[in-house]
């Protein structure tokens, strides 16, 4: 029987285990961790679960080396993951008690317990309920102004995060950024070494693979992904990706860059967690979001990308918004395979 690509994404709430023990009320909630974002849909996470508690732990072995040289998108996404878990842990009456990087190993992200009993709000609910329903695409989206009231939402998320979100719906702002993501994507397909890492992680929705991305994220048909890796690996398609970038960005309703007053692992882990968040509030507001994060991943166009946002802090993440088309979710690994238990 062939694999189901979306077997991850449907959960049934009801299935919550209320009255199991503290691990398997963990090991439910971890359905809804796995489905963060993660660079080139790595999924860079484990989970060690003992007892009545959850370790988070990077995942090393799907690093990569040439995009991201210091692991820093790796500990962003794993952030992403952790901020998933404690919007589903607040949904099913439980406050979370949530340790960053205790001492000791440094792959150990996070120690988290459910924490305190919380009465769910309408906005807990809301946010859990988009979880499943979060897709990015690279197509264009609607020309339309942002809903009432979501700048407000994406800043209050940024600030219980400790984090800043910088919103840009200025075209000449927008511009000036989309510019910048043209000169990062024309400088990492010139490198031989990013095309092979790129190519490594193209896979069909259709191949045995749970990870990954599809051809289809460069215009490819899913059926030739099979054969996208290796397009990706052979021809640098820097110009034409940039054109379209460029483009498309500037089209876009709003830009957002996720910053931070520091660039360390705690803020990685925060950049991580408020923009999975934030992407939460983008989805029940009827909206999509996609990642432009080149600015920030070619090193030297940072400072740059800083100044065009107006942030004082690092940006750590760039995002256009706006109303997309429906499309599937991306592939997952289960959580029987990123779970170590004692």
């Keep these: 029987m062939a694999r189901d690509p979306e077997a991850e994404w449907r959960i049934d709430p009801s299935d919550y285990p209320a009255s199991g023990s503290a691990a398997q009320r963990l090991r439910f909630l971890l359905r809804y961790a796995i489905l963060a974002p993660s660079s080139h849909n790595t999924q860079p996470w484990l989970f060690r679960l003992a007892g009545d508690e959850l370790e988070l732990l990077a995942d ?3 690093a990569l080396p040439v995009v991201d040289p ?3 998108a790796l500990v962003i996404s794993c952030g992403a993951a952790l901020g998933l878990l404690q ?5 099913f009456g439980h406050a979370g008690d949530i340790e960053l990087l205790p001492p000791g190993d440094a792959d150990r992200l996070a120690r988290v317990r459910l924490g305190p009993p919380h009465a769910a709000t309408d906005t807990d609910r809301l946010r859990f309920e988009a979880i499943a329903a979060r897709r ?3 197509k264009a989206f609607a020309s339309e102004p942002l809903p009432a009231g979501l700048a407000e939402d994406l800043h209050e998320i940024a600030r219980l995060h400790g984090t800043q979100a910088a919103l840009v719906t200025a075209h000449e702002d927008k511009a000036a950024i989309a510019a910048l993501v043209a000169r990062g994507d024309r400088a990492q397909f010139a490198d031989p070494s990013f095309r092979r890492e790129l190519g490594a992680w193209v896979h069909s929705r259709r191949a045995a693979s749970r990870d990954g991305i599809s051809g289809a994220n460069f215009g490819m048909p899913d059926l030739m992904s099979a054969l996208g890796g290796l397009v990706v690996r052979t021809f640098d398609m820097g110009g034409g990706v940039a054109a379209k970038d460029e483009q498309i960005a500037t089209a876009s309703p709003a830009l957002l860059v996720v910053a931070t007053t520091q660039d360390t692992p705690r803020d990685w882990l925060a950049a991580g967690a408020s923009h999975a968040q934030m992407l939460l509030a983008i989805t029940a507001a009827g909206l999509t ?3 432009l994060n ?9 400072p740059a990308l800083r100044e065009a946002a107006g942030t004082a802090g690092a940006p750590q993440l760039l995002l256009r918004l706006g109303r997309g088309p429906r499309i599937p979710p991306a592939v997952r690994r289960p959580v029987a395979e990123v779970l170590l238990e004692d």
Excluded: F, G, K, W
Excluded at 294 to 302: A, K, W
């Design 289 to 291: 979001a996609a990642y």
């Design 136 to 138: 990015t695409t690279r």
């Design 294 to 302: 080149q600015p920030i991943e070619v090193s030297e166009l940072r």
């Design 70 to 72: 210091h692991d820093r």
């Design 60 to 62: 090393r072995r799907r």
């Design 87 to 91: 919007v589903a842990m607040r949904r």
